[in-house]
């Protein structure tokens, strides 16, 4: 069975910045598009940023040349590195992964980022 494991949120003051990182184990050689989602309380989950094994990348707009998404498919691991935060940026990051691009079916437990402003 597959599982993600997330870590690198944490508190920063506005400007600042952060890297998370999400290794999947198990069962993970199908996993070929991982991404980064995130939830802000009374809001709706959004999506970050995705990154298929091929190198494919996608952002969302409100992250766009802040935020910059990578893997090592040797590690089945990706990463988010999160610069020139915003306290709009505050949520809780989930990690995803599925076989396709925009066909998330594994999903992390989420990890807290918080920017203070």
């Known amino acids: 069975q597959v599982q993600l494991v997330e870590s690198g949120g944490g508190l920063v003051q506005a400007g600042g910045s952060l890297r998370l990182s999400c290794t999947a184990s198990?069962?993970?050689?199908?996993?070929?598009?991982m991404g980064w989602f995130r939830q802000a309380p009374g809001k709706q989950r959004e999506l970050v940023a995705t990154?298929?094994?091929?190198?494919?990348?996608n952002y969302a707009d409100s992250v766009k040349g802040r935020f910059t998404i990578s893997r090592d498919n040797a590690k089945n691991t990706v990463y988010l590195q999160m610069n020139s935060l915003k306290p709009e940026d505050t949520a809780v990051y989930y990690c995803?992964?599925?076989?396709?691009?925009?066909?998330?079916?594994?999903w992390g437990q989420g990890t807290q980022v918080t920017v203070s402003s």
């Open positions: 995803a992964a599925g076989p396709v691009y925009n066909m998330y079916n594994v």
């Open positions: 990154v298929t094994s091929g190198g494919t990348t």
């Open positions: 198990g069962r993970s050689s199908s996993l070929n598009a």
